[in-house]
């Protein structure tokens, strides 16, 4: 499989972007308590950089490890959707099991802008590969800057929140998904009072429930 210098430098790139943000998941999963190898060996089998981080998150905002867990599920539940999208990249046989493994924002989003199916095949497997050396590889060096310095003096604190922001900017271009967010942030805010630690931006996911109400529309006549 041969990538042309373009795809080359634009894998290349997001990957070093995944690279990043792992460094910045390892160092938080040291605070958080995580042996090494188990952050490690998450990264390698979960796959799942935002549902990792929100449960590490979690755990630092002192949300019981079921909370925080299931706030990740909730996250990672839009992989299901990402599925369907990416099922004609996977072939058949042990090759589609391995690249369900690999269906994740990045992947299924890179292969998408490609033109025919061969073309789309071959830019997810190329990212997807780019992602599964970057994740685990950011991770493990993010347990070793995590265990040597405190994270917040490398900054490695900031990616993470930094990076939610930037993601959820870029989601921001129409009015439905507009309110949801607002509704989030309404609830979460709401809840802080009245919930453990950690557990309001939880609370706050149930502002998803605004994106299945039948989106508004115009009646014409008098």
Not at 14 to 40: D, E, K, M, N, R
Not at 75 to 103: D, I, P, Q
Not at 175 to 204: D, E, F, H, Q, Y
Request: positive net charge.
């Amino acid at each position: 499989m041969t990538f042309s210098v373009r795809s080359a430098v634009e894998i290349s790139s997001l990957a070093g972007a995944v690279l990043v943000v792992g460094i910045s998941y390892g160092a938080l999963a040291v605070q958080a308590g995580f042996p090494p190898w188990l952050t490690v060996a998450l990264a390698l089998t979960v796959l799942a950089a935002s549902a990792e981080l929100l449960f590490v998150g979690g755990l630092l905002a002192e949300a019981s490890p079921m909370v925080a867990a299931l706030g990740a599920l909730v996250v990672n539940l839009r992989n299901g959707l990402y599925g369907f999208a990416a099922s004609r990249y996977l072939g058949s046989g042990w090759t589609r099991l391995a690249g369900a493994h690999l269906v994740n924002d990045e992947t299924v989003a890179y292969a998408s802008r490609a033109d025919g199916l061969s073309a789309q095949r071959k830019a997810f497997w190329g990212m997807g590969g780019a992602v599964l050396c970057a994740w685990p590889l950011g991770a493990g060096l993010g347990t070793v800057l995590g265990n040597v310095a405190d994270p917040a003096v490398l900054g490695l604190d900031a990616v993470f929140p930094t990076v939610l922001l930037v993601m959820l900017l870029g989601k921001l271009r129409d009015r439905r998904t507009t309110v949801t967010v607002a509704g989030g942030v309404v609830i979460a805010a709401a809840a802080v009072p009245l919930v453990p630690g950690g557990v309001a931006p939880m609370v706050g996911l149930a502002a998803l429930a605004l994106l299945l109400l039948p989106a508004g529309g115009r009646h014409g006549g008098r």
